[in-house]
């Protein structure tokens, strides 16, 4: 197949194209070209330029599948579409757990979208995203919404978030009372879970949860966290006494739940994930030097003064 991946440097991305690439798919990136991607030819070309966009694409010739991994708004999502969809012969949209608006629920994917107020503006543009391109007419649309993602070479500090503090033997402070449910999705599950829908026969839109199987509270997230290290839980619920911060200013994401039913996706397309969560977060960890985690440099400012109201 040729795949057109639009974005593809960061963490998604190099999951996925090295598992296109391992099939001995032609891959094609689009995007701003800050970093070199091996094995693919690059288009490079800001996304939000819809000029640039479409002079990029107009010297590829056509796709089996284009994939987008980078749009977070409805003008993206247009500018994508308006250069692309003629082009190829379907669509893999990236969305998000964030687009559902009821978080006493676990959302399928008949849930209400819109977003919720906790998630912000993040939520609330990749939900106007989804809604563009379920309207519009043109190769047949896939949407995988996942939860939280982690795995080797995130570039957000979640998982590392944990261990940089219990090696340390420092107090992970949890948002509320630590009992939030969430849930995981490896990188490389999320990966294989394109390349299944991309194996799968389109037939019109559909909209699929994508997620790991096990469900956990915040508290039992840092105190496993902690084990695969070989720290202590240093896990410590704060409760109220982090009034005037956001959670986000002390933990990895915020204290409310982040949960999916994810049956739809089991049931017709055969897809489920490789790593349960003991061993996904230590695959990760195995590629990460204890040493650099210990050492790295901390702003705990926060932390320092919600610890001080503790005691």
């Excluded at 994401?253 to 982040?258: A, D, V």
Aim: charged content about 25%; proline content about 6%.
């Amino acid at each position: 197949m040729q795949i057109l991946v639009i974005g593809g440097s960061r963490f998604v991305g190099p999951a996925l194209i090295k598992l296109l690439l391992d099939r001995k798919d032609s891959v094609i990136v689009l995007n701003r070209g800050t970093r070199s991607i091996p094995g693919t030819r690059q288009l490079i070309a800001d996304r939000n330029d819809a000029d640039a966009v479409e002079t990029a694409v107009a010297s590829a010739g056509t796709f089996d599948a284009v994939i987008d991994l980078s749009c977070y708004n409805a003008s993206q999502a247009d500018i994508a579409w308006r250069s692309c969809a003629t082009r190829t012969k379907r669509w893999i949209h990236l969305s998000t757990v964030a687009v559902y608006a009821d978080l006493d629920c676990v959302p399928d994917e008949t849930a209400p979208t819109g977003s919720a107020p906790v998630w912000g503006e993040y939520g609330v543009r990749k939900s106007e995203a989804d809604d563009f391109l379920l309207s519009q007419t043109g190769p047949p649309l896939t949407i995988l919404r996942p939860p939280y993602l982690y795995g080797p070479g995130n570039h957000i500090d979640r998982e590392t978030f944990i261990w940089k503090r219990a090696l340390r033997g420092r107090p992970v402070l949890i948002p509320g009372n630590g009992e939030a449910i969430v849930q995981f999705l490896h990188i490389e599950d999320l990966a294989s879970a394109f390349v299944t829908v991309l194996d799968h026969v389109a037939d019109g839109s559909r909209i699929y949860n994508v997620a790991g199987d096990e469900q956990v509270s915040l508290k039992d997230y840092v105190q496993r966290l902690a084990a695969i290290c070989g720290a202590s839980d240093t896990g410590l619920p704060v409760g109220a006494t982090d009034a005037g911060y956001d959670a986000r200013d002390y933990f990895p994401f915020g204290g409310h739940p982040c949960r999916l039913q994810t049956s739809l996706i089991k049931d017709e397309l055969h897809w489920k994930p490789h790593y349960t969560f003991q061993e996904g977060f230590a695959q990760t960890y195995a590629t990460y030097d204890p040493k650099t985690l210990r050492e790295c440099p901390l702003n705990l400012t926060v932390e320092d003064k919600i610890l001080e109201r503790l005691t």
